[in-house]
């Protein structure tokens, strides 16, 4: 090979940190320039991991451009990097989406531009090491990291006065549900000798060592999905964040909980998981039908796809419970498609709000006439959304319904009620701003789309379209280490 890839993560790992020193360098006063150089260091990372998926051998069920780098030789403790067809297109979808968020913030952000910039970049840096992590202290380090710029987007760059409140809610929930985890994995470390999860995966743990350290990481991966009743500071964190803030939170943040359930959970504490099934189907389930019926009665945008997005996370968890290869590429195909959709959504809602400062649904109607191209882009993902056959929705929730229903054939039931009332909710409001009378009361001036918004909405289109018309491409990538992991359930 032409190309050295044995430190592909590493240097995907390293472009951002550089694209920092960059900021620190460059004076505020240079505004444009700081934008560029941001979005030029997002872009350049989201090729290089494309590259590890040009490169990346579907025939290998294991883990590939594994990168070692010592830290703390006499714990045992290193920080290793690797990625196998679970993690692959998080890594991808991390850099795509803050580059779009750097994109949609272009003109939105002029406060404290350069402090922006550098959470973004920040919040890339950390996510793409929990993804890449094959570390379980490093994972967690870094995935408690990511509260951090996040925090900040919230409570600094947030559009309303309970941004503040807002923050506090998810710093609080997310950070406090982690700390059993950390006791877990400084247990696992005194047991083991070590925090690597390649010599864990051939480690068993006893019955009732796996119960407890499962119920701990459960709590963290749960706050985060988020499920009930630990879903309170979503709706709150989504409403007051600013359009960048939400995208990212949907797109990415929300799938750090079901990639901790697959990475971690299952193949570490598989008698666990099947002990504790029964209990994640109800909740799951309940999410699933609480978050529908709570959207259809919201008044406010964000909080809509806020909820939608509760249920479709709940959704993903009855794939991964399933065990089974089916269920498990549905779940992680929907959560790929849901890091598209709702991140369109999001941004689409984020748009009305810059030029029309309201989120308000009453406020709009009949924006297809003044509007055609927002609305057409509207009708794509709502469409995606509901799961309409040739959206990549249609593919991961048919996918992980059909691996559910092969375990539990009534929560498969209940699973599917969500996504008739998804239908319900996302097709009223679709039909709300779209079609009736302007409420010319309100708004009097109507912009459509520009070049730079539709730009934006290309590569979501595409991913959308691509992973719903010919997913064999992804379920290639993906079906080796699925069924290796199925493989350590029922070892």
């Not at 090729?47 to 579907?58: G, K």
Request: proline content about 3%; glycine content about 6%; overall charge positive.
């Amino acid at each position: 090979m032409i190309l050295n890839l044995n430190n592909i993560l590493l240097i995907i790992l390293l472009i951002p940190i550089i694209g920092i020193f960059f900021l620190l360098i460059i004076p505020n006063k240079f505004k444009l320039l700081l934008q560029q150089v941001a979005l030029f260091f997002s872009c350049l990372a989201f090729i290089f991991s494309l590259i590890t998926w040009l490169f990346f051998n579907n025939s290998i069920a294991g883990f590939q451009y594994v990168t070692k780098l010592i830290w703390l030789p006499f714990l045992n403790v290193n920080l290793t990097l690797g990625i196998d067809g679970i993690s692959i297109f998080f890594l991808i979808l991390t850099p795509l989406l803050i580059s779009l968020c750097l994109l949609v913030s272009w003109f939105s952000v002029t406060n404290y531009l350069k402090e922006f910039l550098i959470a973004f970049l920040s919040l890339e840096v950390f996510l793409i090491g929990v993804f890449c992590s094959l570390d379980l202290l490093f994972f967690y380090i870094l995935f408690e990291s990511v509260l951090i710029p996040m925090y900040l987007i919230i409570g600094i760059w947030g559009s309303r006065v309970r941004k503040i409140r807002a923050a506090f809610f998810f710093f609080l929930y997310t950070f406090l549900s982690s700390i059993l985890m950390l006791l877990s994995i400084l247990y696992i470390l005194n047991q083991t000798g070590t925090t690597d999860l390649e010599i864990l995966l051939s480690v068993t743990f006893t019955f009732e060592e796996q119960k407890i350290l499962w119920v701990t990481f459960f709590i963290s991966f749960a706050t985060k999905i988020p499920m009930i009743p630990v879903h309170i500071w979503l709706p709150e964190a989504h409403v007051e964040a600013p359009t960048a803030g939400s995208v990212i939170l949907a797109g990415i943040l929300l799938k750090l909980g079901t990639y901790g359930f697959l990475r971690f959970s299952l193949p570490l504490f598989p008698k666990a998981c099947f002990f504790f099934s029964s209990f994640v189907y109800a909740i799951a389930s309940l999410g699933i039908i609480y978050s529908s019926f709570t959207a259809i009665r919201q008044t406010d945008f964000k909080k809509i796809i806020a909820y939608t997005s509760i249920a479709h996370m709940n959704l993903v968890m009855l794939g991964i419970f399933s065990f089974n290869s089916i269920g498990i590429e549905g779940s992680i195909i929907q959560s790929l498609s849901h890091g598209f959709s709702s991140s369109a959504l999001f941004i689409l809602i984020g748009i009305v709000y810059d030029r029309y400062k309201s989120r308000t649904i009453k406020y709009y109607g009949g924006l297809v006439h003044v509007m055609p191209m927002y609305i057409f882009i509207f009708l794509i993902f709502t469409m995606a959304n509901i799961g309409f056959p040739g959206t990549s929705s249609f593919v991961g929730e048919l996918l992980l319904l059909t691996g559910s229903y092969l375990n539990n054939k009534i929560i498969t039931c209940i699973g599917a009620t969500g996504m008739i009332l998804s239908s319900c909710y996302a097709l009223w409001l679709f039909n709300k701003i779209s079609y009736g009378n302007l409420k010319t009361q309100y708004t009097n001036q109507f912009i459509d789309l520009n070049k730079r918004e539709i730009i934006i909405f290309l590569p979501l289109i595409g991913g959308t379209l691509l992973l719903g018309i010919y997913p064999k491409v992804f379920l290639d990538t993906i079906k080796m280490s699925s069924q290796l992991l199925v493989e350590f359930l029922y070892v």
